[in-house]
């Protein structure tokens, strides 16, 4: 299964492209909306402990185009002083490191239904 996600890669980290339009479209519809203080960060039973302004949600869809630009496959091959084994390594850590931030993000924003 890892060796199917990793040939798959490139496509997986493109996603976060797909990811940021569908939060900047989000974003257009919650601003307005939310209240001027919003969680920024939600404790494992998904209740907010740290909160700031709403002008935040603005960095989420950044974060998956940042991530998606240094982060690319192109840019981990060309690296040369990691070996083969190391690369495969890198790219696991940075698939999990993915699917940690679509679930935190993506938590967030469920979230942010809840207060409209």
Do not use: C
């Not at 909306?33 to 039973?45: E, G, K, T």
């Amino acid at each position: 299964m890892i060796e199917k996600l990793l040939k798959k890669y490139s496509l997986i980290t493109k996603f976060n492209w797909g990811i940021a339009a569908v939060l900047l479209l989000l974003n257009f519809y919650l601003y307005s909306r939310l209240p001027q203080s919003v969680p920024i960060h939600l404790n494992l039973f998904n209740q907010p402990d740290n909160m700031g302004g709403k002008m935040i949600i603005w960095v989420f869809p950044l974060i998956f185009v940042v991530f998606e630009f240094f982060f690319r496959e192109s840019r981990i091959n060309h690296l040369s002083f990691i070996s083969l084994r190391n690369n495969r390594m890198i790219k696991i850590g940075l698939l999990i490191l993915q699917l940690i931030l679509w679930v935190l993000i993506l938590r967030s924003y469920s979230y942010y239904f809840t207060l409209i």
